[in-house]
Nanobody, 123 residues
Framework: QAQLVESGGGLVQAGGSLRLSCAGS????????MGWFRQAPGKEREFVAA????????YYADSVKGRFTISRDNAKNTVYLQMNSLKPEDTAVYYC????????????????WGQGTQVTVSS
């Protein structure tokens, strides 16, 4: 059974950094685009970042552009989200997901989802 498992969340002060990891198992995700999403309490889930299967293209929400970096290691079936200059408004549960959709960069067409990891940024 295909699974995605996130890790690396935690509590950090504003201005700090965290690196999230998302490890795939049960199938290879090397031919899938991968994305990160987040959901804050009382808010809808929102797109954060996405990366093409090859890693050649990356996309970011305006709110994280210049602060977050998505990357992947297909040999390890793993995708990462490096988060720098964190702000209290980045507090949310972060989810990784896999998409075979050509419009993955719009946040749509994600078929596989992880269970999420909590990121809390204190002011």
């Amino acid at each position: 059974q295909a699974q995605l498992v996130e890790s690396g969340g935690g509590l950090v002060q504003a201005g700090g950094s965290l690196r999230l990891s998302c490890a795939g198992s049960g199938r290879t995700f090397s031919n899938y685009a991968m994305g990160w999403f987040r959901q804050a309490p009382g808010k809808e889930r929102e797109f954060v970042a996405a990366i093409r299967w090859s890693g050649a293209s990356t996309y970011y929400a305006d709110s994280v552009k210049g602060r977050f970096t998505i990357s992947r290691d297909n040999a390890k079936n793993t995708v990462y989200l490096q988060m720098n200059s964190l702000k209290p408004e980045d507090t949310a549960v972060y989810y990784c997901a896999a998409s075979a959709d050509s419009y993955y960069y719009t946040g749509r067409g994600y078929d596989y989802w992880g269970q999420g990891t909590q990121v809390t940024v204190s002011s």
